[in-house]
């Protein structure tokens, strides 16, 4: 039977993520901190004109396959107000999440064989996507003493004659890094000596805290053909189940990006865009809502890391609402195994390091963007299950 499933698919192997989900059900009571998607619900104004464009019979037939024109321009002032853009409608395509965002991206710049560089540990659904598209993911370790900072010296290493491509996602998943726009603009420079193209990922552009600041590498005039930039509803405006997203690209990249865009979507569903729509038209409340709720989490994750100094170490996150410790004890070599035992044995449902490429082993990811009575419960198990022996 295997023979008949394309080496393609085969290459990829399961996602641990979506195991450590499945063991977890066979659990009861479990803590979880391995979700990567919030915890609140949609924001009730939007759900509202999600229905109220129901009611008016607007949801039934496809959009243009770039999207609701009216979206589009709404995309157009905030990639200009948020981000610094110079976005014009027709560089704006809208997505089903930013993931199909980044598979058309990465469809559309990869040929089979060709290098894509992936600062790690990363996303591992970016690792995938390159996988999909033939394309070889070349894996250049961040600076982990450095709060897992960019390594532009070893990226600037690491580029070769098949080099297409730099794929990467700040505020960082697993890492809670927000690149520093110096080094982003080291990067530019790096991708703009090598004709190289950025393919950004930047679902967690909203969540950033203390004296971190989200750069847009799309907001340098000269990078222009150079950066595809993904974003997305899911995180800014609790949206994960609505699939939607969009991305930025320079026009003449536009109609190529399509043609990867509508063999796998068609169009974004008509009634998620109605309802980012009016996110993007409504009150912006809910969002700092969220990133005061993230910024409290993150503090008080890193107090009870704190509290256990010779089991974990871990870089303060900057953003997002991931962080990755370091498991110093000996079991922790096995990022796996430990995280297996501590959902089993602790009911704390975590995500193995190594789930974000080899770079990530004895680590494990913990999300905070869950209620803090749930960090509380997750961290008492955790002592429980250390002081019990590992
Ligand atoms: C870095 C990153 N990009 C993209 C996504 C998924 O985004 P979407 O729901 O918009 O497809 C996630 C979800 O966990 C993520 O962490």
């Known amino acids: 039977m295997g023979t008949l499933f394309s080496e393609r698919v085969q290459q990829i192997e399961k996602s641990a993520i979506h195991e450590m989900t499945r063991l977890s059900k066979e659990i009861d009571d479990v803590a979880f901190l391995s979700w990567a998607k919030p915890t609140s619900g949609t924001p009730d104004h939007i759900n509202r004109a999600a229905m109220q464009a129901i009611e008016q019979g607007q949801t039934g037939g496809y959009s243009p396959s770039e999207g609701l024109a009216e979206l589009r321009q709404e995309i157009v002032a905030k990639l200009q107000r948020d981000n610094q853009i110079e976005a014009t409608i027709s560089q704006v395509?809208?997505?089903?999440?930013a993931i199909e965002g980044l598979a058309a991206a990465v469809m559309a710049a990869i040929d089979p064989g060709d290098e894509v560089i992936l600062p790690s540990p990363t996303y591992s659904?970016?690792?995938?996507?390159?996988?999909?598209?033939?394309g070889i993911p070349v894996l250049v370790p961040l600076l982990e003493g450095d709060g897992f900072a960019l390594d532009t010296k070893a990226i600037q290493r690491a580029i070769t004659p098949k080099s297409k491509a730099i794929l990467f996602c700040t505020p960082s998943n697993p890492t809670g890094t927000v690149f520093a726009e110096p080094a982003l603009r080291e990067l530019a420079r790096l991708a703009l000596a090598n004709d190289l193209v950025i393919i950004t990922d930047e679902a967690y552009e909203?969540?950033?805290?203390?004296?971190?600041?989200h750069f847009s590498l799309a907001s340098m005039p000269e990078m222009a053909r150079h950066v595809i930039s993904c974003f997305t509803f899911t995180k800014t405006y609790a949206m994960t189940?609505?699939?939607i997203g969009y991305l930025h690209a320079h026009e003449d990249w536009i109609p190529q990006i399509k043609k990867a865009h509508i063999p796998f979507a068609i169009c974004a569903p008509v009634v998620s865009q109605y309802a980012a729509l009016a996110a993007l038209q409504g009150p912006q409340g809910c969002v700092d809502e969220f990133?005061?709720?993230y910024r409290t989490t993150r503090d008080l994750m890193c107090q009870r890391l704190d509290e256990l100094p010779d089991v974990f170490s871990y870089q303060r996150p900057g953003g997002s609402y991931l962080m990755?410790?370091?498991i110093l004890v000996e079991e922790g070599k096995d990022s796996t195994s430990f995280c297996k035992r501590l959902l089993r044995e602790a009911h704390v449902s975590t995500t193995p390091g190594v789930a974000f490429g080899p770079t990530g082993e004895s680590h494990m990811r913990l999300s905070f963007c869950v209620p803090e009575e749930t960090i509380n419960t997750a961290?008492?198990?955790?002592e429980r299950f250390i002081q019990g022996g590992l």
């Open 93 to 97: 395509l809208v997505t089903v999440g």
């Open 125 to 134: 659904t970016h690792i995938r996507q390159v996988q999909m598209a033939s």
């Open 206 to 213: 909203y969540f950033v805290f203390d004296e971190h600041k």
């Open 241 to 243: 189940g609505w699939r």
């Open 291 to 293: 990133r005061r709720h």
């Open 324 to 326: 990755f410790p370091r």
């Open 379 to 382: 961290f008492d198990r955790i």
